[in-house]
């Protein structure tokens, strides 16, 4: 690695000098610009605009354009003598906990390593700062800016995070923040159950960058002159339309193994509109329902269903009770073949749970009142001894 800056630490009276690495790199694709039809180069050269001549790096300087029109030309020099401290030193300022710094400010990362001569006091610095389960809030001028940065230790050395000022971050203006978004109780559970079948370490060693892999492969192919075929993916989401089904979907994908199939298992949710076949694999498991009518119309027919058995069970004890009194078995007998024939009625028709319920209850009152008036009628008197004088024929 080549450093890209030198300098020292100020930490207290304290001075450790140090280098600078850059501690990223990009592993994108390297193109150059070239003439479509031969593949040639194209050259950019640097020429004055008041003549058109080409002008050397060397004789290159920077310009602050004034709003009347005319320039201030500053040279290396002028930015080698600005008058700050940090200028070859990185400033401690204070001490503060990593989780009160917002990662937005932060935007390059540098390795930090000790000259020769600065071992002994970096060491201690490190291990000091370690223990202290915090970060150094630091200032450094760095490619002709000052700038704020955390040091910090990672893998026993120093990284340096600089960051941009408070009024470089943008503040979202979006009208949305504006409006009144409802969020149903059940599609915010759901959304919790999706976020903790998901839930996992941080290891991104177990992601690839597809897009340069695949990139590559057609460089390769045209190289050795294959034809390129398009390997296979999944299909562009689409607009949510049924918010429930599709997070449903993408809950059963998680659980199955298939995160790269979330997104289409609940495209293919909103498309079909209706709730998914695996989907019970998701908010029944997290305990989270979404009742619809359909769901309480059967939840109202399973309790018509309880109340007709409790009701089937009073017929029948009553059927029992009437037959020990003589003159009811008729009617005891009769009861249960007319609640059967009420209810293959609204089998037949179809009648609504609530209409065939309300149907039910009368005809079971009728036959407990039947049963009832049965028990309580009186019994038919003895007949008493007559005369036995023959009874006198009426003529014809």
């Not at 079948?197 to 050795?224: C, G, H, M, S, W």
Request: glycine share 8%; net charge positive; aromatic share 6%.
């Amino acid at each position: 690695m080549r450093a890209t800056w030198k300098g020292v630490i100020s930490f207290g009276l304290v001075s450790i000098p140090v280098r600078l690495y850059s501690a990223t790199q990009e592993r994108d694709v390297a193109f150059h610009q070239v003439r479509r039809s031969d593949g040639s180069r194209i050259r950019y050269r640097r020429v004055a605009e008041a003549d058109g001549d080409e002008v050397n790096y060397a004789d290159i300087a920077k310009g602050y354009e004034l709003p009347d029109g005319e320039t201030v030309v500053l040279t290396d020099e002028d930015f080698a003598n600005l008058p700050l401290s940090t200028s070859r030193a990185i400033d401690v300022l204070e001490f503060v906990p990593l989780e009160q710094v917002d990662p937005i400010y932060f935007a390059k990362s540098y390795y930090v390593e000790p000259d020769r001569t600065g071992a002994k006091p970096y060491v201690l610095l490190r291990d000091a700062l370690a223990a202290s389960g915090r970060v150094a809030l630091v200032k450094i001028a760095l490619r002709q800016r000052e700038q704020l940065a955390t040091l910090r230790v990672r893998g026993g050395v120093f990284v340096l995070e600089t960051m941009v000022w408070p009024d470089e971050v943008r503040q979202p203006d979006f009208p949305f923040l504006e409006e009144d978004v409802a969020v149903r109780p059940q599609e915010l559970s759901v959304a919790a159950s999706l976020i903790h079948t998901l839930a996992a370490d941080f290891d991104p060693t177990r992601y690839t960058d597809n897009y340069r892999e695949a990139l590559q492969a057609v460089i390769d192919a045209k190289v050795a002159g294959r034809e390129v075929v398009a390997s296979p993916g999944g299909s562009a989401g689409e607009a949510v339309g049924d918010l429930m089904a599709a997070l449903r979907a993408s809950i059963a994908a998680a659980r199955a193994g298939r995160p790269g199939e979330a997104a289409v298992a609940g495209g293919a949710a909103v498309a079909g509109g209706a709730a998914v076949a695996d989907g019970d694999a998701g908010p029944a498991a997290a305990g989270v329902t979404d009742e619809g009518p359909d769901d309480k119309a059967s939840d109202d027919k399973a309790s018509d269903d309880k109340a007709s058995d409790g009701r089937r069970g009073g017929r029948t004890s009553s059927v029992k009770g009437a037959s020990s009194a003589p003159g009811t078995r008729s009617t005891a007998r009769k009861t249960p073949s007319s609640t059967r024939s009420t209810a293959k009625t609204n089998a037949a028709t179809k009648t609504p749970p609530a209409k065939a319920s309300a149907a039910k209850a009368s005809a079971a009152k009728a036959s407990a009142a039947k049963a009832t008036s049965s028990r309580t009628a009186p019994k038919t008197a003895p007949r008493t001894p007559t005369s036995k004088t023959p009874p006198t024929r009426r003529s014809a």
